[in-house]
């Protein structure tokens, strides 16, 4: 559940339209962000700058899980923790979503928790669902009521929390990516990343 919006994101999401970024009513209390990635094939393409805002958000959220992790050295993985308290209706596709994360790569493991690295914000955007980040590391995923009762909603959550693990959307991909988001169409249910998927998160995350 790969998407690419307008407003930005190093996990990324469902973007419907083209416009230009406007926070949803829902996530007015998330920072502001200039670009996003979204879920569909449909939305906007993106650019080097957004890729750029994207990766920055990724990285930070490293930066930031490492620098908690440094306080228990012990620990086998880094623990990326996030807030889901501004996304209630999905609470349980957000715990899922971190379940199937967990159970498929062993370098990084996600938690709930307060002084969290990201977190989750649910409303109406005529873009749908995204990662997104205001370039400065700081980010949020945003889930959209209307393409999570379109498309499979714990596949968009995995998919948008995919892009905060850093990895891409790849909209031309099969089914089994989780990474093509909404390429394969509603019909596709799947919300495992496949072989490939896993590998690069775990890769990315090794020894930070």
Known sequence: MNRIARTLSAALGLALAAGVAVLPTAAAAAPAAPAAQGYTANSYAGSAAEDADNQAFYEAVMKSALAKQAAAPFLKAVVVTYDASSAPTFRNQIAQSA????????????????????????????????ASTDGHGRGYIFLDYAQNRRYNSTRVTAHETGHVLGLPDHYSGPCSELMSGGGPGTSCTNPYPNSAERSRVNSLWARG
Do not use: K
Not at 101 to 118: E, K, M, P, Y
């Open 99 to 130: 379940q199937i994360w967990n159970g498929s790569v062993s370098n990084v493991q996600l938690r709930s928790g307060t002084n969290a690295d990201f977190r989750y914000y649910e409303g109406n955007d005529s873009r749908g669902s995204y």
